[in-house]
């Protein structure tokens, strides 16, 4: 999955690679979902022909209906009985994403199963919520309602009649916007949802309550005697703090994807997450690799001296994952610059190997110091396929003063490492980012941020306690 295509690939605890969406869900929700919980047309489309090979369709015509929707409407059903929030009695609702938008041929196989499966479940069962934006068009800046019911009239032309509409907008939308839409959606009005801009993203969670989105969905779904209301005391709490946070902390990201953010989207929420325990706003600066490197001084001298200029005036180093040897030498020099410098550094994965590479390079002295992956054929192969740190440079690198002080079961696969005598200077192989949640940040961003403002003399209130990496 290209990260230019597809934003972030965010990584399941089952290894299933995913989009950024089911990040989110983990995320807001703090359950653990696996690869079944993506449902995409390509898996869909496998699980059909190998059953019509092994010969499951008993030689018949395979068709979109009723092959392909009942392929859908038994993954939905499989995945729904699998608790996802460390329970051993299934869940009470199932949350389904359809992405896309109504009338894409490329969604109609399951916009059809979803029909199917409103009518065979009943009423008390499905709850449709669609969601819609509601645009501002010209200078008087009116609330157009034509997209959504255009988008609604098109839904209900393929059999399904939304419960409730979630209407995006930049402000409020006003009281006659809603009795409009519900004249020609045909929804109540008091389950016209609207879901506009806020300070920050927590807040989502506490207009919908406000809206009494609950209320409408328990009613929906005939969950009155066994739902009550939401508990998001401590979720308030957490997003009013936040728009009252006066300080903020530098953090100069140096990657490879930096014109596409989402790219690193997880990697921005564990920032936040720690960030705030810590009674901080964070301030990515983004940093191109490649801008940091000798050969853009010449060839783009304005790109340079800027991502010199960002990187020094920043309170932290953070080196993300990536692949391939485009901006390496950019990295290398950032993460020289966080060690001779005293700056407060994290890498992860891929940076966590640019450290090696760098103290490799300008310590020990292997001028030709590289990763395998960049370079097969250098003979200080200081990086490997597996385990990843060459053995043979372990204890090279660790008498110089970059010690490993996690590794696997085995003791062959280096996962931590920690440089002596700075403040805080460590590169992990695993990828802490995605285990973050709001409430329960990830120790090495807690760490990386707790240093930061240490080296910028600000005071920072680690709301977590204590802190172990």
């Known amino acids: 999955m290209s990260p230019f295509e597809h934003g972030e690939v965010f990584v399941l605890d089952d290894g299933g690679e995913v989009d950024l969406d089911l990040g989110n869900y983990e995320r807001f929700l703090d359950v653990t979902l696996t690869r079944d919980n993506n449902i995409t047309t390509g898996k869909i489309y496998q699980s059909v022909i190998e059953k019509e090979r092994k010969g499951d369709y008993l030689g018949k015509t395979v068709q979109v209906v009723p092959h392909v929707t009942d392929e859908i409407k038994q993954w939905i059903q499989s995945v729904s009985s699998v608790p996802v929030d460390g329970q051993t009695r299934p869940a009470d609702v199932c949350v389904i994403e359809l992405g896309g938008t109504v009338g894409d041929i490329e969604s109609m196989p399951f916009i059809e199963a979803l029909r199917q499966l409103s009518f065979s479940l009943g009423k008390d069962n499905f709850c ?18 034509k997209p959504t019911q255009h988008s609604v009239r098109e839904l209900r032309a393929l059999g399904l009649t939304p419960d409730l509409l979630a209407c995006r907008s930049a ?5 006659s ?5 519900s004249q020609f959606c045909h929804v109540p009005v008091e389950n016209i949802l609207n879901i506009h801009d806020v300070p920050n993203l927590w807040h989502v969670p506490l207009i919908l309550r406000n809206q009494k989105v609950h209320e409408a969905i ?21 997003a009013e703090s936040y728009d009252d946070l006066k300080n903020s902390v530098k953090i100069a990201l140096v990657g490879k994807y930096t014109n596409l953010t989402d790219s690193y989207l997880s990697v921005v929420k564990a920032l936040l997450h720690a960030s705030v325990a810590c009674s901080l706003k964070p301030s990515i600066q983004w940093i191109a690799a490649s801008d940091l490197e000798d050969a853009t001084a010449t060839s783009a001298p304005d790109a340079h001296a800027k991502a010199w200029e960002t990187l020094k005036g920043s309170s932290c180093i953070l080196i993300p994952g990536g692949f391939g040897d485009r901006g390496i030498s950019g990295m290398i020099l950032a993460a020289k610059y966080a060690r001779e410098n005293k700056v407060p550094y994290l890498g992860i994965c891929l940076g966590m190997q640019i450290s090696v590479i760098e103290m490799s390079r300008n310590v020990l002295g292997l001028k030709d110091a590289d990763s395998e992956e960049f370079n097969s054929e250098t003979p200080s192969r200081v990086v490997m396929y597996m385990p990843e740190v060459n053995p043979a440079f372990v204890a090279m ?12 079961e085995s003791g062959k696969r280096m996962e931590v490492v920690e440089l002596q005598d700075h403040p805080f200077y460590i590169g992990v192989q695993f990828h802490p980012e995605f285990k973050s949640r709001p409430r329960r940040p990830s120790p090495p961003f807690t760490g990386l941020i707790l240093a930061a403002a240490e080296y910028m003399g600000t005071p920072a209130n680690n709301s977590n306690g204590h802190m172990e990496v």
């Open 177 to 181: 916007v809603k009795e409009k839409l």
């Open 397 to 408: 690198l660790e008498n110089a003063g970059l010690h490993f002080v996690g590794c696997d």
């Open 128 to 145: 449709l919520i669609h969601v819609s934006l509601v645009p501002v068009l010209g200078v008087v800046g009116e609330q157009k309602t």
């Open 171 to 175: 402000q409020p939308l006003i009281g």
């Open 218 to 238: 328990i009613k929906q779904l005939n969950l009155g005697r066994s739902a009550g209301p939401p508990e998001l005391r401590d979720w308030t709490q957490m």
